[in-house]
């Protein structure tokens, strides 16, 4: 097949990278551009972890094809900070034990990244609600909602 070219903003950087047009956004992201946050699970948009941010909302990358996102503004967790500088988020999911064996926590966050941008101020339903499309095996989900809420509580102290 022959590649076509995409351009894109990638974690608030301009990018044009070569895709084969059956590839998938999650291993584009993945195994062309070397993006090893974004989890594969199930490959069938059930389990929510390849979840990224897409023009402002969050999608299933491994639904999504890496062609689609000609002209699109693509988050990933790698650009939600790093390992010397968290972001407020994945400091309140450390803080809260939203975390164990890691697989579900990039799409937990950039579910919950994308949800909070455009609810400032959830109750635990709402938050509950929000990543109920997002298994969790390990942490029962109790740490995950309250590090959103924390979050939702320390932007709203700010404005």
């Known amino acids: 097949m022959t590649e ?3 351009s894109f903003t990638l974690n608030g950087e ?4 070569k895709v084969e047009p059956r590839t998938h956004l ?3 992201l993945r195994h062309s551009l070397g993006l090893t946050g974004t989890h594969l699970g199930c490959e069938h948009g059930v389990c929510g972890a390849c979840t990224v941010i897409v023009d402002g909302a969050p999608v299933r990358s491994c639904l999504m094809l ?3 996102i000609e002209g699109s503004v693509v988050e990933t967790v790698e650009g939600l900070g790093n390992p010397d500088s968290l972001s407020t988020l994945q400091q309140a999911f450390s803080t809260n034990h939203g975390l ?3 697989f579900c926590t990039p ?3 950039m579910t919950l990244e994308a949800y909070l941008r455009s609810t400032p101020m959830p109750t635990e339903r709402d938050v509950r609600i929000a990543i109920s499309g997002n298994i969790c095996r390990c942490t029962g989900y109790e740490g995950i909602v309250q590090a959103a809420l924390d ?3 320390t932007r709203a102290d700010r404005t």
């Open 66 to 68: 890496a062609v689609q």
């Open 151 to 153: 979050v939702a509580a």
């Open 107 to 109: 799409g937990m966050l």
């Open 4 to 6: 076509r070219s995409v």
């Open 26 to 28: 999650g291993d584009f």
């Open 14 to 17: 301009q990018r044009e990278a």
């Open 100 to 102: 164990q064996c890691g």
